[in-house]
């Protein structure tokens, strides 16, 4: 496709690489250390497509049928990360679909996730989901839980436990989002602080369409992006 073709989903996300370079400016951050995620649910595979001819290189997906379809369609010549609700039932199709998930929050999950990756031989990388608002419609553990679930899991040799994720609540103004992204960093230096062996928690994923500028000025390492790339959804 030449430049002048240039669909609006590729102008789309030149607009989501602009803001993000000026909130890294912002921050005195380095936009290269920042991944955006393109978040493609209910989006169909030729939308996906012009999304990646335009640069996009990780895909971030939130249901394992949904995904399993596209990734037979688009395969794995780009990054596909698991951004939803994993259920331990499914762990098993996660293992080998994704290349990262964003969302374990318990125990048994962590567990079902590194035994079925020992049976295929390989390491999942993996992060936190963690719930800082305590609202009950959201998934993820308590700051508690979590450093809890570190000190149980790190020992497990099929999973990396890489960092930290969070959706705070929804707010029509990002900067009231800014507390969340600001809780989810400390903790993560907690973490890092206690130097347990086999975690290293570099990696922030937090941000969305709406707030991601306020997330990479707190320190985010991945931005999760749907609708400013592919526009509304339509279910
Ligand atoms: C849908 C979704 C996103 C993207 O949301 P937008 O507001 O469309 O950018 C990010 N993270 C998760 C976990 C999602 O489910």
New binding site residues.
Partial sequence: MGLVEMSSIGDNLLRVLERMNQAAARAGRDPGEIKLVA?S?TIETARIRQAIEAGVTIL?E?YVQEARQKIEEIGHGIQWHM??HLQSNKAKYAVTLFDYI??VDGIPLAREIDRRAAQKGKMVRVLLEVNLSGETSKFGMGPKAAMELIHHVSALKHICIEGLMT?PPYFDEPEKARPYFIRLRELRDRIQKEGIEGVRMDELSMG???DFEAAIEEGATMI?????IFGE?GY
């Fill in positions: 978040v649910k971030g939130n951004v939803g964003h969302s959706m969305m369409s709406g999760r992006v749907g609708t400013a959804r």
